[in-house]
């Protein structure tokens, strides 16, 4: 078996009052499109900067491509592209100088020919001269992209790459993360959106209060806890029976989520026999939203003490 891209073991990592991780174990294979997901404070950002060696594990232990990211730094950090959610940055240097002090950072010192291959993936060509401060959110949020590729690593995390981004940069930034996937790269992802990690991610971990709580492929856990959504037009009441699986109601209108196509003849009888017309019906797969909500609510968050 080839060497894993993140080995997460039995990490856990306490704040003060806080366990932001408890006892996690985590492998996500080389080659892989991995969704991180989760609610505010689940603990994913702590668990990246944990990968990326910047802060420390109260107990368990992290490898990226086979190095110790405690033990081996070095050659974990190298092993590592990470493209972090905040926006910090110095104001005075311009694109194409923090491209070139981040690849001094990893001793590349004829770096040039891959800033601008990157520059030009990232649409920053326009923008190599100019001051840092000068450029909008997203431009920025694309430079961060460019600082975690600098040294061509293998894996590739990024938290939040597309917040605050508008829908034409969003749709450059996918772009080229599934260009870096198809070359090989390893990508760890986490995200807001869950439509885009629909649509990216080949197998996802959700995260609740420091513990995953799910780890499937992505068509697993939309089939399995997904189910199907049925959408009906109903003239008259929904039979109580059915309000345990009610999404969404609008008057005359009401989504079912069942679990599969087989119960929809039983749903649509139960109208009938409760004197309801079904004048509509649409039937199509759950989405992650509905799956990462259920997953949510089926597993109430714990004490953390
Ligand atoms: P978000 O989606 O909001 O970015 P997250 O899943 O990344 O959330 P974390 O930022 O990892 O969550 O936070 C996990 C928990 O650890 C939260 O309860 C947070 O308040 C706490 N926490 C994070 N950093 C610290 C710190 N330096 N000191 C104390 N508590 C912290």
Redesign the pocket.
């Known amino acids: 078996m080839s060497t894993a891209a993140i080995d997460v073991s039995a990490l856990t990592k306490r704040?003060?009052r806080?366990t932001?991780l408890d006892a996690i174990d985590l492998v996500v294979g080389q080659g892989e499109f991995f969704g991180l997901l989760?609610?505010?404070?689940?603990?994913?950002?702590?668990?990246i900067s944990i990968i990326a060696g910047l802060t420390r594990a109260t107990s368990g232990r992290v490898r990226v491509m086979g190095h110790d990211v405690a033990d081996d730094y070095r050659s974990a950090r190298r092993s590592l592209g990470v493209v972090p959610?905040e926006l910090v940055f110095d104001p005075f240097f311009t694109v194409r100088e923090m491209l070139r002090i981040q690849s001094g950072y990893f001793g590349l010192t004829h770096n040039d020919a891959w800033i601008d291959e990157i520059m030009a993936n990232l649409d920053l060509v326009g923008k190599a001269e100019a001051n840092m401060r000068t450029l909008s959110g997203g431009m920025k949020r694309r430079v961060l992209v460019a600082q975690a590729l600098v040294h061509r690593p293998p894996v590739i995390v990024l938290d939040e790459p597309t917040a605050g981004v508008d829908v034409e940069l969003r749709r450059g930034l996918w772009h080229f993360i599934e260009r870096l996937n198809r070359d090989g790269h390893t990508i760890v992802l986490t995200t807001?959106y869950l439509e885009e990690a629909q649509q990216m991610c080949s197998r996802i971990a959700m995260?609740k209060a420091g513990r995953i709580v799910a780890l499937e492929s992505t068509r697993d856990l939309l089939r399995r806890i997904g189910g199907i959504q049925v959408a009906i037009r109903l003239r008259g009441a929904l039979p109580p029976k059915l309000r345990d699986q009610v999404i969404e109601e609008e008057p005359e209108r009401v989504v079912l989520r069942l679990s599969h196509p087989r119960d929809v003849g039983a749903a649509l009888q139960a109208c009938r026999d409760f004197g309801s017309d079904v004048e509509d019906l649409e039937v199509g797969p759950a989405d992650l939203e509905d799956v990462f909500l259920r997953v949510m609510s089926e597993n109430p968050a714990r004490s953390l003490a």
């Open positions: 704040y003060a806080i932001a989760g609610p505010n404070g689940a603990g994913k950002t702590t668990l959610q807001h995260l």
